[in-house]
């Protein structure tokens, strides 16, 4: 009973945060601070790597391992920035290994489906990026299962130095489809126990 009352304010503080980090776009002055110094010191000769341990407000049954994984963000020679979700048992970290969940990292206004404000946004695609150097032991990305396939967005708003929060959006492939969340607002928060920098 006690663990069940945890985890429902767990979540909820987790749907919190969204809201909480919409406040920022008020103030101009904290409009321009980030989560991450890893992309704003992009153009570096090798490549950068940041961890984040990641909490949702809750998930779809057929991925309800998306309420509690790691998400890695790395930075390329060429300034682009890449990332990957790592799931943390050891069945999904086999897994992970044949389908690994690579996604883009762009800077981004607002949130397509609401137009509510945010700092950037990670695009899933189809998964087959062509990413020239990966990080030491990352597996080479191959084509996204479903729904990771079907035009996957998260949009994310910085709320603190290291600390972030998202929304993931299914936007579809079809002109027809109308968007809808594949899971409740993400936590992410940087894990600064595995900092490293991979030559």
């Not at 984040?52 to 779809?60: D, I, L, V």
């Not at 391992?65 to 069945?91: E, M, P």
């Not at 897994?95 to 762009?106: C, I, K, M, Q």
């Not at 489809?177 to 600064?192: A, F, N, S, T, W």
Request: glycine share 8%; charged share 20%.
């Amino acid at each position: 009973m006690i663990l069940a009352i945890l985890i429902i304010s767990l979540r909820r503080l987790v749907s919190m945060a969204w809201q909480i980090a919409g406040t920022r776009y008020e103030d101009p002055k904290l409009v321009k601070k980030g989560a991450s110094t890893l992309l704003s010191n992009s153009n570096t000769d090798h490549v950068m790597l940041e961890y984040y341990n990641c909490r949702t407000s809750g998930g779809p049954m057929p991925i309800s391992w998306i309420n509690s994984f790691r998400k890695a963000i790395f930075t390329c020679k060429d300034g682009q920035a890449y990332g990957r979700i790592i799931n943390g048992s050891v069945l999904a970290a086999f897994a992970d290994s044949f389908a690994p969940l690579y996604f883009t990292v762009r800077q981004l206004k607002e949130v397509m489906s609401t137009e509510q404000p945010c700092d950037l946004a990670y695009e899933f695609g189809d998964g087959l990026y062509d990413i020239k150097e990966l990080p030491l032991g990352f597996p080479r990305p191959v084509k996204h299962p479903y729904p990771f396939n079907d035009q996957i967005v998260v949009y994310v708003r910085c709320l603190g130095p290291g600390v972030s929060v998202g929304q993931a959006w299914q936007e579809g492939m079809k002109l027809e489809q109308v968007p809808r969340k594949l899971c409740g607002e993400i936590l992410m928060v940087k894990d600064y126990t595995s900092l490293r920098e991979d030559q």
